[in-house]
């Protein structure tokens, strides 16, 4: 049961009346209604690990459906859970899943296997142990662990090496994660795919390769996790609010004059998800915008961080639970409201607004000059595969690292990204510091292109 916007994969298998959920999210509707459907009971909750880019569901779905929670060996928790033993079976109508310790990614991460009602081995469901064409990355539980980052990549290679590639080629691998997550590197946009074509293609198999070279290159090129991981590991050790009631709160309608009371006496962050063309066009002064339909959950994550942040909503009319829930699935419960109407009752209402100057690539073709000061959203590895002659790389992940570099610009610069969504969230974040004498290049890096401007790699 897949979700886009998280990359990630929980996983829900019957066999004859009896159900076991993997990694399910924070809203638990889906699963419940499921068995319910099947006619089935869901009699076991299996967690692959204390996941650190979004809030699980096992809480609250254990309490509905009274199923125990699953964790491997070394796991603690809060809450009541069974700890598996390495090798510990548990029984699902007529199929069986082992639990086996995998640690490297974190002490107590365990790949699920699936055997078939006749023994055999089916699928693993590997967690961010393994992922299509990279491993889960070791340098998350370094804290927790009081290891390094090397010390758990080699705990990894032992895992991979004695428990997930003894395996044979026709089992299928069911990960947690997909191209677009920050828990590994080199994902596949695929979902699902056999051992014996990872055993081909992923590097970190290699049959002849070293504990020193998996090292080497499992921890090359690793960027920061984003601040909000340890907040989301915590909540799945420890807890959290009940989903409907972060719903309740979180969607309830304000008019624009309780909406802007709220937000000037507790400094709630005012988060517009309307499209980026929309925002352009108008918005609330000092709002950020990061837009529904991109990368939005794991974007809040990064840009804003602290999961205890209050925050009041400018969204499209109807999508207000789709947004509160959205963010709960990244541990930020404490949405104080939305802005009734959206911002159209704003605008209606007289409030003062704010817009973002957004060119065609071809207008910005006409300003450029030498001396024309560009900044570039993308990642590194997108920006060195090409760029603007002279643009300087300030990725939107560290935005906020770079804020005295704007600063200091005098004059009008430009900020452009590959295809116009993450300029705007940049643009927003700046203008929210009092930083104004930008302009955005509305398409991005893919607009810039076709027009014919100068670029180098």
């Not at 996983?11 to 009896?18: D, V």
């Not at 299996?46 to 699980?56: K, Q």
């Not at 309307?274 to 809040?300: C, E, M, T």
């Not at 560290?398 to 452009?416: P, R, W």
Request: aromatic share 8%; with cysteine; hydrophobic share 35%.
């Amino acid at each position: 049961m897949y979700t886009g916007c998280l990359a990630q994969g929980a996983y829900y298998i019957e066999s004859n009346g009896e159900v076991a959920i993997i990694d399910p999210l924070r809203e638990i509707k889906p699963y419940i209604e499921k068995s319910q459907e099947d006619n089935a009971e869901i009699k076991y909750i299996f967690e692959t690990h204390f996941h650190a880019d979004f809030v699980s569901g096992h809480i609250t779905l254990s309490k509905e459906s009274n199923a125990p929670i699953v964790y491997g060996p070394q796991a603690h928790t809060s809450f009541d859970a069974i700890i598996a033993e390495d090798g510990q079976e548990f029984k699902i109508g007529d199929v069986t899943i082992v639990a086996l310790h995998t640690p490297g990614h974190t002490l107590e991460s365990t790949t699920y296997l699936l055997k078939d009602p006749q023994g055999k081995d089916h699928a693993i469901f590997s967690g961010d142990t393994l992922f299509l064409g990279d491993v889960g990355r070791p340098d998350l539980a370094q804290k927790a662990a009081n290891m390094t980052q090397e010390q758990l990549a080699e705990m990894l290679y032992d895992s991979l090496r004695t428990k997930i590639m003894p395996l044979a080629d026709d089992v299928i691998v069911y990960p947690a994660h997909g191209a677009g997550s920050a828990c590994g590197k080199n994902m596949s946009k695929e979902t699902v795919g056999t051992l014996g074509a990872q055993k081909e293609t992923n590097y970190a198999l290699r049959s002849d390769m070293t504990k020193e070279e998996f090292v080497k290159e499992v921890t090359d090129g690793l960027l920061p996790p984003p601040s909000y991981f340890p907040l989301n590991v915590k909540m799945n050790k420890e807890g959290y609010d009940d989903i409907q009631e972060v719903l309740n709160r979180g969607t309830q309608e304000l008019d624009p004059d309780t909406f802007e009371q709220i937000a000037n006496d507790t400094g709630a962050v005012i988060l517009d998800v309307r499209h980026q063309n929309d925002y352009v066009k108008g918005h609330i002064p000092r709002s950020i915008f990061i837009g529904l339909d991109g990368g939005f959950a794991p974007w809040v994550g990064a840009l804003i961080g602290d999961v205890k942040q209050s925050i009041l909503l400018v969204t499209p009319e109807g999508r207000e639970e789709e947004t509160v829930t959205r963010l709960s699935r990244v541990g930020f419960d404490h949405t104080l409201g939305c802005l009734k109407g959206g911002f159209d009752t704003w605008k209606q209402a007289g409030k003062e607004i704010d817009q973002l100057e957004s060119i065609s690539a071809e207008t910005f073709k006409n300003r450029l000059t030498e001396n024309t000061a560009v900044y570039d959203v993308r990642k590194e590895s997108e920006f060195s595969s090409g760029h603007i002659e002279g643009a300087h790389n300030t990725p939107l992940s560290m935005i906020n690292n770079h804020l005295s570099e704007f600063s200091k610009e005098d004059t009008t610069f430009f900020v452009h990204c590959a295809g116009g969504y993450r300029s705007v969230i940049a643009a927003s974040i700046l203008k929210s510091r009092g930083i104004h004498n930008l302009v955005d290049i509305a398409g991005g890096f893919k607009s810039i292109q076709e027009v014919d401007i100068k670029t180098t790699k």
